[in-house]
């Protein structure tokens, strides 16, 4: 199967191939992985390849999977397969063998996926970019000069640029829909409890964090995410599972939905391309009978930042100690960025933290109440075109300054000062949208509805309520029939 066959297909569509016998699911995976060899060096999208453990899989098919045979990969950010190593785009990890399988690996093999590598990532997953210094700088297909965003900017960039249909993603902060915006994709986030999080935790990062996938349309998404939602024995809740299936919900038409907008940031002006962006989406949405309104944001933006990050910075701390343990490692293996906000972290008093959780319960019921008046809510995905690689590095005054203060184990002057606060709202400024969704718990998408005049992606996000993730696949399908994306393709 050369190139331009493999690209037109989807996930499902591929696997519907081998299902016929038209192509096995080896030729699929040679057909991936000569991609990979031939577009790799210039996105640096995937960091491991074990091309013989794929094919093993690929002799071994479970019947009516409806991604089974497909060529796939892994983000090295959690999704441990066992006996594989996984990162967490860190050096200090990157030689450490994972000892059991996290329970979406086992469920994603179980359909049929075949992985063959896992995605760059940032360090600890840690970033609205993906350039680790452990790996490099992720590269944007439709812009090598551009992130892919992150933290699943790899699998982004993979899929984006046909190495794979769909790829392993997950989100804490934006981190599906961060990279779908960015790189034209399609990502939709889960909400709180959906995907099992073990057998590693019960849940990560409070219930905010979830697996999922990016991919190029939606019925992958559906297909894919279908597979591994449900109850995990050992979780610490159990789930209300969605009456269907995904790939049912989108053959359905959505009803008359009633959709509030906004553009509102705490972090500063987005840029015209993104009110655009905006403003292009409630145009369609009008157009396909829907009630699109403009709207204040339902909670206070800042303090939810704030809060965000400081739940953020200790949970890098706890990840740093984990990886510290593990590894015998010395804190100084880790990237100093990383080092500086696990300071103000660990600077965070128990009761402070306490404080923290009882206000994201707050930010829950305003959004709560958002949806009770409105099904959606519609924002821009990213305040402007994604960002040049490097654009957000950490500068060196600021470093020097912050290596003096770790030297002399300075964490709460960090704290005090405010410093290291100041880089990593810089680095939100970006990425303002999407963290609400997390910390509430709901689901959430971008979707690539907008390319800026010089051919950048610049998806919007839609925030669901509480087990909304039927309706937003069923607008997605929509949008999707209404204004087909899957066929373009970046100029790599």
Known sequence: MDYSEYREHDGVGLAELVAGGEV???????AAFDRYEKVNDRINAVVRTDRAAAGELAGELPAGGLLAGVPFLLKDLNQEWAGHPSSAGTGALSRVVATETA????????????????????????????EPEA???????????????????????????????????SDGGGSIRIPAACCGLFGLKPGRGLV????????SFHGAASDGVLSRTVRDSAAA???????????????????????????????????????????????????????????????????????????DLDSLAVDFLRAWSVKL???????????????????????LLAAVGRAISGPEYSAL??????????????????????????AGPPVRVGELATGEP????????????????????????????????????????????????????????????????????????????RLAAQLERARPWARREPPL
């Open 317 to 339: 701390a706890a990840s740093i100690d984990d990886a510290m343990a593990a590894t015998g490692a010395s804190e100084a293996s880790f990237e100093l960025d990383s080092r």
């Open 196 to 203: 099992p999080a073990g057998p590693a935790r019960a849940e």
């Open 225 to 299: 995410l279908d597979a591994i939602v449900g109850a995990d024995p050992a979780g610490p809740y159990s789930p209300a599972v969605p009456g269907r299936d995904f790939t049912t919900e989108i053959a359905s038409e959505p009803s008359r939905l009633r959709i509030g907008f906004t553009a509102q940031s705490a972090l500063g002006r987005p840029h015209p391309h993104a009110t655009e962006a905006l403003s292009d989406a409630a145009r369609l949405l009008e157009s396909l009978g829907h009630q699109v309104e403009p709207v204040s944001s339902p909670v």
């Open 135 to 169: 790996f490099g700088p992720a590269r944007n297909p439709w812009s090598p000069d551009r992130t892919p965003g992150g933290s699943s900017g790899g699998s982004a960039a993979a899929v984006a640029a046909g190495i794979v249909p769909v790829a392993g993603a």
């Open 24 to 30: 096995s699911a080896t030729e699929l995976l040679d």
């Open 103 to 130: 329970e979406v690996v086992c469920r994603w093999l179980n359909a049929g996926l075949l992985p063959f590598g896992r995605t760059n990532t940032p360090e600890f997953g840690a970033k609205p970019v993906t």
């Open 398 to 473: 600021l470093r020097a300054a912050g290596r003096a203060a770790l030297g002399l184990g300075l964490g709460r002057m960090l704290r005090a000062s405010g410093m290291v606060d100041r880089v990593a709202r810089e680095n939100l400024r970006h990425v303002p949208y999407t963290q609400l969704a997390n910390i509430t718990g709901r689901p959430a998408m971008s979707v690539p509805l907008y390319w800026d005049p010089d051919g950048l992606p610049l998806g919007v996000q839609f925030v669901g309520p509480l087990a909304g993730e039927g309706m937003l696949f």
């Open 357 to 382: 959780l009882d206000r994201w319960h707050g930010y829950t019921r305003r959004l709560a109440e958002f949806h009770r008046d409105y099904d959606l809510l519609l924002t821009p995905g990213l």
